[in-house]
């Protein structure tokens, strides 16, 4: 059980964040569909699971405390050019790379908050992923062209994230190949 408030209200935090990556990528990845970018759609779609992965991981590292909380948790809105969306994603996974994570890390290390340490640094490490591979969509549809791809795959475990490949092993939390979820057009 969470046992400092300071790390219950950053899991509820990140919980919130990531709850709306999830939709907000859904949503964007419509449009890129609609657009013709029908690569940058399948992205989108996996990367919403994979922060459908954190936000399950930053629920169950609450230890199903009780209670009604005001959640606060950035996110990015509108719903813009698929370029434009791009944008948005690369910004919102850099603001948790850069400055969130790391954050909510070191005083969840303070307190003693194990599973919150998990939690924050298996997200940490797939939003690194993430935010390149934004930044490698939009320099593509900047230039008038889907990104290549076949398939990713993504850790059910801690959301790492493979393009076109599949570990024998996830390399943040060690599962094997048999805990990635494929996802292909």
């Known amino acids: 059980m969470v046992k400092?408030?300071?790390?219950?209200?950053?899991?509820?935090?990140?919980?919130?964040?990531?709850?709306?990556?999830?939709?907000?990528?859904?949503?964007?990845?419509?449009?890129?569909?609609?657009?013709?970018?029908?690569?940058?759609?399948?992205?989108?779609?996996?990367?919403?699971y994979a922060e459908e992965v954190h936000a399950?991981?930053?629920?169950?590292?609450?230890?199903?405390?009780?209670?009604?909380?005001?959640?606060?948790?950035?996110?990015?809105?509108?719903?813009?050019?698929?370029?434009?969306?791009?944008?948005?994603?690369?910004?919102?996974?850099?603001?948790?790379?850069?400055?969130?994570?790391?954050?909510?890390s070191i005083v969840a290390k303070e307190q003693g908050e194990s599973d919150a340490v998990r939690s924050f640094h298996y997200a940490l490490e797939a939003e690194q992923i993430h935010a390149k591979l934004f930044r490698n969509a939009k320099e593509h549809v900047d230039n008038g062209e889907d990104i290549e791809l076949e398939y990713v795959t993504i850790c059910e475990v801690c959301?790492?994230?493979?393009?076109?490949?599949?570990?024998?092993?996830?390399?943040v939390c060690g599962e094997p190949s048999s805990a990635f979820r494929k996802f292909t057009k």
């Open 4 to 48: 400092n408030d300071m790390t219950a209200q950053n899991l509820r935090s990140a919980y919130a964040g990531e709850s709306m990556a999830y939709q907000r990528y859904k949503v964007w990845g419509q449009k890129a569909d609609e657009e013709g970018f029908e690569n940058v759609a399948l992205l989108f779609d996996a990367i919403a």
């Open 56 to 104: 399950g991981n930053h629920f169950a590292a609450h230890d199903n405390v009780e209670g009604d909380f005001l959640v606060a948790g950035g996110g990015e809105f509108g719903l813009g050019t698929t370029s434009e969306n791009l944008v948005g994603a690369i910004e919102g996974e850099e603001g948790e790379v850069e400055q969130m994570y790391p954050t909510y």
């Open 159 to 171: 959301g790492h994230t493979v393009v076109d490949g599949l570990p024998d092993k996830c390399p």
